[in-house]
C-alpha cells in the first residue's frame, strides 16, 4: 500500500526516516509523476501538462518498507531564473544530505534525447559519488531525434550500467523499476 506522506519545500523539513529512498528526477514534462503512478499502480502522483507543476519534495511511502520521492523537473519551466535557481539549490542539498537516498533515477523523454541539462545532473552526481540509473520515458512515443547522445557507465562512474526503457501509458519497463524498489 502507498501512502503520500507529504510535499515538503527544503530538505530540512524532510521527515527523518529509516526507510530507503528512490528518487525521480528529470527534464520538466518528462513524466516523473505518471511513471511514478503506473509503478505503484495507482494515481498517487499529480501529473500535469504544464511544465513545472512539481515544485515539492513530495513522499511517498510505499508499505513502511521504502520511499519513493518525487523531485521538482528541471528544465524548460515556465518559473523565474531565481525560482530555477532554488529549485536547483534544493535538488543539489537533497542528493548530497539525505543518507537514505539509495538510488536517483533520472529519467529522459526517449523521444526527445539527452540535453545538456541532464549531462549537467549526471557530472554532478559523478562529481558527488551519488548511485544513479538512465530511464528513458514514453518508449511507445515515436522518437524525433535521430542522433540522441549515446550513454555509457564509462563517462558517468556514478551511473548504473542498466539503462531501463519505459511507458507509463503501455505499462512497459516497468516490473524492473518496480524489482529495484522493492514494490511489487
Given at each position: 500500500?502507498?501512502?503520500?506522506?507529504?510535499?515538503?519545500?527544503?530538505?530540512?523539513?524532510?521527515?527523518?526516516?529509516?526507510?530507503?529512498?528512490?528518487?525521480?528526477?528529470?527534464?520538466?514534462?518528462?513524466?516523473?509523476?505518471?511513471?511514478?503512478?503506473?509503478?505503484?499502480?495507482?494515481?498517487?502522483?499529480?501529473?500535469?501538462?504544464?511544465?513545472?507543476?512539481?515544485?515539492?519534495?513530495?513522499?511517498?511511502?510505499?508499505?513502511?518498507?521504502?520511499?519513493?520521492?518525487?523531485?521538482?523537473?528541471?528544465?524548460?519551466?515556465?518559473?523565474?531564473?531565481?525560482?530555477?535557481?532554488?529549485?536547483?539549490?534544493?535538488?543539489?542539498?537533497?542528493?548530497?544530505?539525505?543518507?537514505?537516498?539509495?538510488?536517483?533515477?533520472?529519467?529522459?523523454?526517449?523521444?526527445?534525447?539527452?540535453?545538456?541539462?541532464?549531462?549537467?545532473?549526471?557530472?554532478?552526481?559523478?562529481k558527488n559519488g551519488i548511485c544513479y540509473?538512465?530511464?528513458?520515458?514514453?518508449?511507445?512515443?515515436?522518437?524525433?531525434?535521430?542522433?540522441?547522445?549515446?550513454?555509457?557507465?564509462?563517462?558517468?562512474?556514478?551511473?548504473?550500467?542498466?539503462?531501463?526503457?519505459?511507458?507509463?501509458?503501455?505499462?512497459?519497463?516497468?516490473?524492473?523499476?518496480?524489482?529495484?524498489?522493492?514494490?511489487?
Open positions: 500500500m502507498i501512502k503520500f506522506v507529504g510535499s515538503f519545500e527544503t530538505v530540512k523539513s524532510l521527515p527523518n526516516t529509516q526507510f530507503a529512498e528512490y528518487a525521480f528526477v528529470g527534464r520538466s514534462n518528462v513524466g516523473k509523476s505518471s511513471l511514478i503512478n503506473a509503478i505503484v499502480g495507482e494515481t498517487v502522483a499529480r501529473t500535469s501538462n504544464t511544465p513545472g507543476r512539481t515544485q515539492s519534495l513530495n513522499l511517498f511511502n510505499f508499505n513502511d518498507k521504502s520511499m519513493i520521492v518525487d523531485l521538482p523537473g528541471y528544465g524548460f519551466a515556465r518559473v523565474s531564473k531565481s525560482d530555477a535557481l532554488r529549485w536547483l539549490e534544493r535538488l543539489e542539498e537533497y542528493l548530497i544530505n539525505r543518507s537514505q537516498l539509495r538510488r536517483l533515477f533520472i529519467l529522459i523523454d526517449s523521444r526527445i534525447g539527452v540535453k545538456d541539462s541532464d549531462l549537467d545532473l549526471m557530472d554532478f552526481c559523478d540509473q538512465i530511464v528513458y520515458t514514453k518508449k511507445d512515443k515515436r522518437v524525433r531525434e535521430k542522433n540522441q547522445t549515446e550513454l555509457s557507465h564509462e563517462n558517468h562512474p556514478a551511473m548504473i550500467e542498466n539503462i531501463l526503457e519505459t511507458s507509463a501509458e503501455k505499462k512497459y519497463g516497468l516490473d524492473e523499476l518496480r524489482k529495484i524498489i522493492g514494490v511489487k
